[in-house]
């Protein structure tokens, strides 16, 4: 089992002049410490279910950057990217920009957006969910299409680009992987199948879990994918350090079932969190 940081809130500590050096810190220690993977959130507001919506957000992608600098190792990415919030030629060339600058560590994780205030705050569309997940399926084909050879058009039902060149090439081969976040059975599961290199569930409970990817793997039977090619992760929504025990209980259950990564989230300042869960890692890496 591998552990993943989800970095997900900019408020601890305080002080705006201090979230970088603590985004910093934190994930030198989280690499050190044996983390596989660091993904921060696409949001432009705080999630209302979590705080409030005018609590400190950072644009993802750039922060994405900030965090390539000051590291070497871990795979980096979005959990997840919004389909909505960037064009999709212009989403493969951010991603490129990131796995280039980061020595091919780069990860293109993606869902259909949900979050419709912060849409509508600045001016992004909204549009009904069907057409997001036609969006979301148009959008992972353009980036295949500008991670491939073809450099021709494509043209889709929501998006036509004259052009899919993408100079410089991601530095992964044969390209960043692609991971799709959420647990829509009909067509989130769907795509996952069609689509990408991991599912990301919630690890709600290991009945839902377990369902979830019953579902995917049928959907890979019909789609003639295999099954096993596809990386299982899920976030882990309880909190890690209150009940440690708990926490590789629940771990080795999921392990069980096939997920191969947690991705963990700081509920206090991410320094601390970040320095006692590294206490934890042998556990988890034997699992």
């Known amino acids: 089992m591998e552990l993943g940081l989800h970095y997900w809130n900019y408020s601890h500590p305080a002080e705006p002049r201090l979230i970088a050096t603590t985004l910093a810190e934190t994930a030198r220690i ?4 044996g983390f596989s993977q660091f993904t921060v959130m ?22 994405l950057g900030y965090v390539a600098a000051v590291t070497e190792r871990m ?9 909505m919030y960037r064009y999709p030629g212009l989403l493969a060339k951010i991603v490129t ?9 780069a990860q ?11 849409q509508l705050a ?6 009904p969910m069907a057409e997001r997940f036609e969006r979301l ?9 500008m991670w491939s050879d073809n450099n021709g058009p494509f043209d889709g039902e929501h998006y036509r680009l004259a052009e899919t060149l993408c100079v410089p090439a991601p530095l992964s081969s044969p390209r960043p992987p692609i991971l799709i976040g959420g647990g829509g059975e009909r067509k989130t599961l769907l795509l996952v199948a069609r689509y990408a290199d991991a599912c990301n569930l919630f690890a709600s409970d290991r009945e839902e879990v377990a369902r979830k990817l019953d579902i995917l793997r049928a959907h890979c039977e019909a789609e003639g994918r295999d099954y096993d090619t596809i ?39 991410p320094i601390e969190f970040t320095e006692q869960v590294v206490g934890l890692l042998p556990r988890i890496a034997s699992i």
């Not at 949001?43 to 993802?60: K, N, R, S, V, W």
């Open 231 to 269: 990386r299982k992760t899920a976030v882990y929504i309880e909190p890690v350090l209150d009940s440690p025990d708990a926490f590789l209980e629940a771990a080795e259950q999921l392990a069980a079932l096939g997920i191969e990564q947690l991705d963990i989230m700081p509920d206090r300042n």
């Open 30 to 33: 989280a690499e050190q410490g």
């Open 75 to 83: 795979r980096l990415g979005l959990l997840v990217t919004g389909v």
């Open 122 to 127: 600045l001016g992004v569309p909204v549009v």
């Open 108 to 118: 293109l994780g993606i869902g259909a957006s949900w979050y419709e205030r912060e």
């Open 137 to 145: 399926e148009e959008t992972l084909q353009i980036c295949l299409q």
């Open 42 to 63: 696409d949001h432009y507001l705080q999630m209302e279910h979590q705080a409030t919506a005018d609590e400190p957000m950072l644009e993802g992608y750039t922060t």
């Open 97 to 105: 920009t990131l796995d280039v600058l980061s020595g091919g560590r």
